[in-house]
């Protein structure tokens, strides 16, 4: 199996630097930022990346159409922020400005969750004409079944997991340290569906230890030990010059996943890019993984496509 790249933004309403919704609420990272920032840099390397979108994205006029002129430039799939979506939603798009969309899909319960995961997919299959292959869950916060309801829903491939990481939200606890870095097939009783983890590596053996202090402990420990006790991503917000193209030229796996969010390529729309120079950084960074990749024979496909890979292999 030739290695491959996957880029995938989890595609969402515009935020401010303190990831509450924009007030008032714009979809300006997918209307500009799209068009004008990321299809010419992925076009430029022959990069097919994957946008995976939240409910209130699928049901603007103006960014679904943004987004269905792709075509096969992109893959399209969904990205569950419960609130959005029915049963049981809170934000909708007159009422979302200024909000925070902070839960996650496992606080649910089992019928709950997987009746917002149809209710989601069904939305996204009215408005494009085709049902969505690829999914993330909002915030990693996958439960103990998402796996098995997405395999019943069609289907082909989850991103949830960050190997390695616990999250502790107030909504619950996400906890992914046993899962491995690897791309691989589950079985569910639903079927089969390939799990594609984020691109993340432990530091030193100290990392996962570190992972599960509590907070204070964790910052502390941090500063004390320094990038040992720490998890490196594939993600342009984080990533210093030259990061990448180094993670992608030491990683064992197959499959690398990058990601990182839509209004991260709009200058005060994410606490990581507030202004201009900020987006910037996030580009070139990005782009120095896309030229490592079209330089090193690493393909540059869709979430489907790579998963797909996996299956055959």
Request: glycine share 8%.
């Amino acid at each position: 199996m030739t290695r491959a790249l996957v880029v995938s933004i989890d595609t969402e309403v515009d935020k401010g630097t303190d990831w509450r919704i924009a007030d008032p609420a714009t979809f300006r990272s997918v209307v500009e930022g799209v068009p004008e920032a990321l299809s010419p840099l992925f076009d430029r390397y022959g990069a097919v990346p994957t946008y995976l979108l939240s409910a209130e994205v699928i049901e603007d006029d103006e960014a679904s159409r943004v987004l269905a002129r792709l075509g096969t430039r992109a893959e399209l799939g969904t990205h569950l922020h419960a609130q959005f979506v029915e049963p049981q939603r809170q934000l909708w798009a007159d009422t979302m400005a200024g909000k925070s969309a902070d839960h996650i899909q496992s606080q649910y319960p089992d019928e709950v969750e997987r009746a917002k995961l149809q209710t989601l997919t069904e939305s996204f299959t009215a408005r494009f004409g085709w049902r969505p292959t690829s999914f993330r869950a909002g915030r990693y916060g996958s439960s103990s079944r998402t796996l098995e309801f997405l395999a019943g829903l069609g289907y082909v491939v989850d991103s949830s997991v960050t190997p390695g990481l616990v999250w502790r939200y107030p909504e619950g606890v996400v906890d992914h340290r046993r899962w491995p870095a690897g791309p691989r097939v589950v079985d569910t009783a639903a079927g089969p569906i390939v799990e594609l983890p984020v691109s993340v590596q432990a530091g030193g053996r100290l990392a996962p230890m570190v992972a599960a202090l509590p907070p204070l402990a964790r910052r502390v420990t941090t500063r004390a030990i320094g990038a040992r006790s720490t998890f490196a991503w594939l993600r342009p917000s984080w990533a210093r010059p030259g990061d990448l193209a180094a993670y992608a030229a030491t990683a064992s796996e197959e499959v690398l996943v990058a990601m990182f969010h839509s209004m991260e390529v709009v200058p005060g729309a994410s606490p990581y890019a507030t202004d201009r120079q900020g987006v910037e950084r996030i580009l070139h960074s990005l782009e120095e993984l896309l030229r490592y990749c079209a330089g090193n024979g690493v393909r540059m496909v869709g979430m489907t496509a790579a998963a797909t890979s996996v299956r055959e292999a």
